[in-house]
T-cell receptor, first 114, second 110 residues
Framework: DSGVTQTPKHLITATGQRVTLRCSPR?????VYWYQQSLDQGLQFLIQ???????AKGNILERFSAQQFPDLHSELNLSSLELGDSALYFC?????????????FGSGTRLTVV | TQLLEQSPQFLSIQEGENLTVYCNSS?????LQWYRQEPGEGPVLLVT?????EVKKLKRLTFQFGDARKDSSLHITAAQPGDTGLYLC??????????FGQGTRLTINP
């Protein structure tokens, strides 16, 4: 158990639908990162939050949004889902945004869009 | 275009052999990390290298950061089936988020 909790572990949904992925960071970590992993794209950075505020954005689609709540948990919302959105979505956390801390990853949410 | 290029992408060798995985970039990084990911799990941090030319050892794994801080290598001695997994390098530029390479999928056959 890494200390980063992601739910649900698996999600199957139809095209056009909307889903919410949830992440609780490791205790004491203030920064949360979302990554998408697919077979041909590797780990792609989506978005980062630090203590409730958005700090960096990657190649996140406009159909996707995220937020970090006062208790530091984060949610990634994916809407108007397409077949190509099927992937593993990982959440990671770190104590701060600077320094050489490693990321602690959750076990991921496997999203399948049918 | 991938900021960090890993090679080889796939490697399958016999137990007991040695191997080296490379992570290359044209960009300079303030630090570089290596992760290992097993099926159904998230990546797990193995090591962080910070100083150009730095060498770190973790049992049978040796990590090196290039002098110019643009590249890194991972060498495994006497590979074991338990070393099987996806090895990812990740670089940080300043206070920016980590950028990951595509990964090297390593299979060690008994």
């Amino acid at each position: 158990d890494s200390g980063v909790t992601q739910t649900p572990k698996h999600l199957i949904t139809a095209t056009g639908q909307r889903v919410t992925l949830r992440c609780s960071p490791r205790s004491g970590d203030l920064s949360v990162y979302w990554y998408q992993q697919s077979l041909d794209q590797g780990l792609q950075f989506l978005i980062q939050y630090y203590n409730g505020e958005e700090r960096a954005k990657g190649n996140i689609l406009e159909r996707f949004s995220a937020q970090q709540f006062p208790d530091l948990h984060s949610e990634l919302n994916l809407s108007s889902l397409e077949l190509g959105d099927s992937a593993l979505y990982f959440c990671a956390s770190s104590p701060t945004v600077s320094g050489n801390y490693g990321y602690t990853f959750g076990s991921g949410t496997r999203l399948t869009v049918v | 275009t991938q900021l960090l290029e890993q090679s080889p992408q796939f490697l399958s060798i016999q137990e007991g052999e040695n191997l080296t995985v490379y992570c290359n970039s044209s960009s300079v990084f303030s630090s570089l990390q290596w992760y290992r990911q097993e099926p159904g799990e998230g990546p797990v941090l193995l090591v962080t290298v910070v100083t150009g030319g730095e060498v770190k050892k973790l049992k049978r794994l040796t990590f090196q950061f290039g002098d110019a801080r643009k590249d890194s290598s991972l060498h495994i001695t006497a590979a074991q089936p338990g070393d099987t997994g996806l090895y990812l390098c990740a670089g940080r530029q300043g206070a920016q988020k980590l950028v990951f390479g595509q990964g090297t999928r390593l299979t060690i056959n008994p």
